[in-house]
């Protein structure tokens, strides 16, 4: 069986027993890890304060990676709606790139913003 995790690949040699099969011991490792894998758990939880959602003063929880992708996919939006109405010409290595393809950037950006943005205050 192979164990992939954080970038590092182990091979472990045999089945690892289910926890009803494991006997019951008060170790400094947990009884299950026979791999010798218990320090993946812990640099998981430790890691894992990065993770936590920012705090506002509203009371609204939001990761900070959230907030800025909601940003950026609304300034894109904007901006290409903004090339659909004003017409703006653009030209891609010689080759006249159509408005109404902005049109549609649009739709796609800004219905990514409004989908990021539910999920985050669905929680």
Known sequence: MTVIGMGVVVTLIGDLPSPRQLPVRRAREPAWDRAGLAWLTRLEARSSVACRPMTTGRGNDAKPFTTIAVIVLSLIAVLQLL??????????????????????????AGGLAVMVWRENRRR
């Open 83 to 108: 090339r659909f109405l004003l017409k703006w010409e653009v030209t891609l290595n010689g080759t006249i790139v159509p408005v109404w393809l902005s049109g549609v950037a649009f739709l796609v």
